[in-house]
């Protein structure tokens, strides 16, 4: 038997006006020995926040004072309060057999509030969630080649009920009273075969299902959707050399939508189906005990997905903007990433993505041609780490993202986000105090160099603003956790 708790308390007076955090977290777990053929693990816990939520600000607020609220709003909120259990069990059935099991439950509520000087939205919502999964790991030998088959399923039950007040001067409020629920539940079967020594070929489908159910306890209107995907996926890695391998992919995925989705502001969202997806993609690997290097070019045809577009029709009709399936989105990217160990004492790490996501086809709205909100084309960042005597170990990272679109910003006509530049450094300490009690200490330093960037802005959904979150100049971020393993 083993056991661990945790307990983390958080809070910051924030880099804005009304951004104050003040969270709890406590979590532990219980881990069960099976007579050495596998473990059963019971864990749990309890999360709690008070967040202040400071709004946006336009560019000409931000040049008088940046670190100011949004001038003439409400006083903005979010409470999340959540606890949860779940149960782990890994046990090897036979020499060559093995069955996982993980089952949790989870209780959140949510009590918040969002605003600007046009609207007002408050929001109150429960949500529970029960699931399960499992699968059979069988690894056997096929005409002297290693073989590997997994099958398993999985179970997802969510209950909410959602309330919320929708407040846009000069119109009257409008409240929504949805209680609703959701049941995902799939299958999925995977086989990955040895041809050779150097050649792996892995093939593997799934089937999932989606029931949704709801009722609007306002007009007393019922909402009911049914659905149904299949998700075929095959890839070929070779070992060209020990340790250099290529690999080539092809996956169709899916994704239904969530509950905001579904049952929104405006409750239901008749029609809205899940989005499908065709990848492909192709890359190398590099590992030796000094250096790790991993490239990757993606292309993905992302048909009916999910996008909250502020130019389709809304039901309520005296403003547009509302969950819609976009005909068919473009993604196609490269990722690069490298770490190289020269000593024991150092890591240097760096990585970059390119990331082009156009819209395709919008047979609704006619965005063609129009890129993703939000999205960079160019990011990357470059890191090192340098392991020192007595525990000690300090660290320095640059992270920088490219020029984008604002959100909401699906004609592309505003100017861009301007990309920027950010540098960290880090010092930490962890040492063992006891056999059953560890201690460690971090400090680092975000924005070392005082730079004035927006990592987030957009085009308000429910009014002509356009606003920014300025993110925090040089600030100072520590610490402690005190780990208790017994």
């Avoid at 109150?124 to 699931?131: E, L, S, V, W």
């Avoid at 995902?184 to 050779?196: H, I, R």
């Avoid at 095959?234 to 169709?252: G, H, K």
């Avoid at 059953?436 to 924005?447: E, F, G, M, P």
Wanted: charged share 25%; proline share 5%; aromatic share 14%.
């Amino acid at each position: 038997l083993v056991g661990s708790e945790m307990c983390i308390r958080d809070w910051t007076n924030g880099y804005r006006d009304r951004s104050d955090l003040r969270a709890y977290r406590v979590e532990g777990q219980l881990l069960f020995d099976l007579a050495g053929r596998g473990e059963l693990r019971f864990a749990g816990g309890y999360d709690s926040q008070s967040r202040e939520r400071p709004g946006t600000l336009t560019q000409e607020e931000m040049e008088e004072n940046r670190r100011q609220a949004t001038p003439g709003s409400e006083e903005d909120f979010a409470s999340p309060e959540e606890h949860w259990v779940q149960m782990q069990l890994d046990v090897d059935v036979t020499q060559q057999l093995a069955f996982r099991a993980n089952g949790w439950h989870r209780r959140r509520s949510d009590d918040s509030q969002t605003s600007d000087p046009f609207y007002v939205f408050r929001l109150d919502r429960d949500t529970q969630a029960n699931a399960f999964d499992a699968e059979f790991e069988l690894d056997v030998s096929v005409w002297g080649h290693r073989n590997r088959t997994i099958l398993g399923g999985s179970f997802l039950r969510e209950d909410i009920d959602y309330e919320s007040a929708f407040e846009f001067f000069p119109f009257p409020p409008t409240p929504t009273s949805n209680r609703a629920h959701r049941t995902l539940w799939g299958v999925f079967l995977q086989n990955e075969l040895n041809l050779t020594d150097d050649l792996l070929l892995v093939l593997g489908v799934r089937n999932e299902r989606a029931h949704y159910d709801g009722r609007d306890r306002l007009s007393g209107a019922d909402f009911r959707a049914r659905g149904g995907e299949w998700a075929p996926k095959a890839a070929l890695s070779w070992r060209v050399i020990e340790p250099v391998s290529l690999y080539a992919s092809y996956a169709r995925g899916f994704r239904f939508p969530n509950f905001d989705e579904a049952f929104g502001v405006f409750g239901t969202t008749p029609g809205l189906g899940p989005e499908n997806s065709q990848s492909y993609e192709v890359g190398a690997k590099v590992r030796t005990e000094c250096l790790t290097f991993n490239v990757a070019a993606y292309y993905t045809n992302v048909y009916d997905e999910i996008f909250f577009n502020p130019l389709a029709p809304n039901p309520l009709g005296f403003f547009p903007g509302i969950n819609v399936n976009l005909d068919r989105v473009r993604h196609r990217g490269v990722e690069v990433f490298a770490s190289v160990r020269p000593t024991r004492w150092l890591d240097v790490y760096g990585s970059y993505t390119f990331d082009d996501v156009e819209i395709a086809r919008d047979s609704l709205t006619g965005l063609e041609g129009s890129q993703m909100p939000l999205t960079p084309r160019h990011r990357g960042n470059a890191g090192l780490r340098v392991y020192l005597p007595w525990n000690f170990e300090v660290g320095a990272d640059a992270v920088w993202v490219g020029d984008r679109r604002l959100a909401n910003d699906v004609l592309n006509r505003l100017d861009r986000l301007p990309g920027w530049a950010r540098y960290d450094a880090r010092l930490g300490w962890r040492r063992n105090l006891t056999e059953w009690l560890s201690l460690s200490i971090d400090a680092t330093v975000y924005n070392l160099t005082g730079e004035r960037y927006t990592e987030f802005g957009g085009v308000s959904s429910f009014s002509p603003r356009v606003g920014f979150f300025p993110s925090p100049e040089r600030h100072y971020v520590v610490t402690t956790e005190v780990a208790v393993n017994w």
